[in-house]
Antibody, heavy 116, light 108 residues
Framework: EVQLVESGGGLVQPGGSLRLSCAAS????????MNWVRQAPGKGLHWVSY????????HYADSVTGRFTISRDNAKNALYLQMNSLRDDDTGIYYC?????????WGQGTLVTVSS | EVVMTQSPATLSVSPGERVTLSCRAS??????LAWYQQKPGQAPRLLIS???TRATGIPARFTGSGSETEFTLSIDSLQSEDFGVYYC??????????FGGGTKVQIK
């Protein structure tokens, strides 16, 4: 059974940093690309970032380019999202989602709150 | 960027009714369209990919159709567990991957 478990969320002040993690199991993590998707409170889904299985290619939403960095450690079956210069509108639940779209597997998400 | 527009924003329906949700793309996306269902407090769940291919375990009462820029998700004989928010997503022209704003299906 595929499992994706996010962690690392929390309360951070504007301008601060957080590193999210996603622990993957139940599939050959090193063979598949991965994504992060954000959902602001009471709002819809917003794709954030993508990384290929070998980390060669990464993509970002315009809203996070230059501030967020996606990475992975295939030896640890782990996906990461380093978030710097956080803004109020980065607040939301961050989901990791496996493979290229469409996203067949999602984690339960980790809540990031950016507030002073 | 491909803009996905869903309508209506909210649907109030009774169990047993047939429901049709719409999704429009700002440009042709061929058949690279998916539908997701999200219930309160839960992660989204993939329902349909490639316009009309149901994901594993999705009941046959969920039917997707359409092409190019106009797409629909139909739910026959709505069950109590079908209430929630439905999102469409295009994966034809990216980055960015884009979702529609969602349609909330609620009990009348």
């Amino acid at each position: 059974e595929v499992q994706l478990v996010e962690s690392g969320g929390g309360l951070v002040q504007p301008g601060g940093s957080l590193r999210l993690s996603c622990a993957a199991s139940g599939f050959t993590f090193s063979s598949f690309s991965m994504n992060w998707v954000r959902q602001a409170p009471g709002k819809g889904l917003h794709w954030v970032s993508y990384i290929t299985s070998d980390s060669v290619i990464t993509h970002y939403a315009d809203s996070v380019t230059g501030r967020f960095t996606i990475s992975r450690d295939n030896a640890k079956n782990a996906l990461y999202l380093q978030m710097n210069s956080l803004r109020d509108d980065d607040t939301g639940i961050y989901y990791c989602a496996s493979r290229s779209a469409p996203f067949r597997h999602w984690g339960q998400g980790t809540l990031v709150t950016v507030s002073s | 960027e491909v803009v996905m527009t869903q309508s209506p924003a909210t649907l109030s329906v009774s169990p047993g009714e047939r429901v049709t949700l719409s999704c429009r793309a700002s440009q042709s996306i061929s058949t690279n369209l998916a539908w997701y269902q999200q219930k309160p407090g839960q992660a989204p769940r993939l329902l349909i990919s490639e316009v009309s291919t149901r994901a594993t375990g999705i009941p046959a009462r969920f039917t997707g159709s359409g092409s190019e820029t106009e797409f629909t998700l139909s739910i026959d004989s709505l069950q109590s567990e079908d209430f929630g928010v439905y999102y469409c997503q295009q994966y034809n022209d990216w980055p960015p991957l884009t979702f529609g704003g969602g349609t909330k299906v609620q009990i009348k």
